[in-house]
């Protein structure tokens, strides 16, 4: 453990001296996440702008609470995932990934820990600042919000796997950028309640694609509305999907060739 710990130190370090290089950087990182929270809060705002006091069940500042954890979440993947993930296709076109496959480390940590955005942190303060907000108006509990902490840890796994699956298809395709692209726009439903779509969309984003189980159920653990189900489903959700991801990529590694050979 201490060895990976030194290793993240090593990488992330150069990574976040490299981003803070220049201050223009960070004015237009936290330009473009308040551009994209407007666009958010914007969309949240058409939503209840035709006259009802609810949408799908969920007042407005309910459906803020939603609207926090998509923004939380985006940032999430920003900062932690998305930076190292997006790198694994030139690692194998270029050949560089012989070299994370020979260090004594596990590659599969060594790929997804490798890199971070920091420029993106804002993203994380402004979710974490809409659900604090939303939550001040709604009756919330501490059991609420420590069974909402629970759960969107499960999401944020889920959030990992699914990311880490369209990666790990770079082993045989190489060019996955599209797959990505294709993820960011399903996952642009999280913003809004999965109730407030219709029942076909609602099934396909909770057990086809479980963007529900990453916005709107940690949301309905705070507003005390889940049901038992769900709260088990999503921990369930993740755990299998761990496992999947976790052979999927070694499999991937198994089947890997090197770009000299």
């Known amino acids: 453990m201490t060895r990976y710990l030194r290793l993240i130190r090593i990488f992330t370090g150069a990574t976040i001296s490299a981003q803070l290089e220049y201050r223009a950087n960070f004015i237009g990182a936290v330009l473009s996440s308040l551009g994209q929270v407007g666009v958010a809060l914007l969309a949240i705002g058409v ?78 303060l402004i979710g974490l600042g809409l659900i604090v907000y939303a939550a001040s108006a709604l009756t919330t509990t501490l059991g609420g919000v420590l069974i909402a ?3 969107y840890a499960s999401a944020l796994t889920i959030v990992y796997c699914i990311w880490l699956a369209l990666s790990t298809t770079a082993f045989w395709f190489v060019k996955t950028q599209n797959v990505a692209e294709l993820f960011n726009g399903i996952f642009g439903a999280g913003r809004f309640p999965v109730t407030a779509f219709p029942l076909p969309v ?28 769900l709260a088990m489903a999503s921990p369930l959700v993740a755990a299998g999907l761990f496992a999947v991801t976790r052979l999927f990529w070694l499999r991937a590694v198994g089947s890997y060739t090197s770009a000299s050979s």
Do not use: C, H
Request: glycine share 8%; charged share 15%; no cysteine.
């Open 149 to 151: 902490a629970v759960l």
């Open 47 to 124: 939503l209840f702008g035709q006259g009802s006091d609810t949408v799908g069940g969920w007042t407005f500042r309910e459906a803020l609470l939603v609207t926090g954890f998509f923004i939380l979440t985006e940032g999430f993947i920003a900062v932690f995932i998305q930076p190292s993930m997006s790198r694994i296709a030139d690692a194998i076109r270029t050949g560089s990934m012989d070299f994370t496959l020979l260090k004594p480390v596990d590659a599969q940590f060594s790929v997804s820990t490798r890199y971070l955005n920091v420029l993106r942190v804002p993203d994380i």
């Open 202 to 229: 609602r099934f396909a984003l909770t057990f086809i694609v479980p963007i529900a189980l990453i916005t709107t159920v940690p949301a309905q653990a705070m507003t005390g509305r889940l049901s038992p189900a």
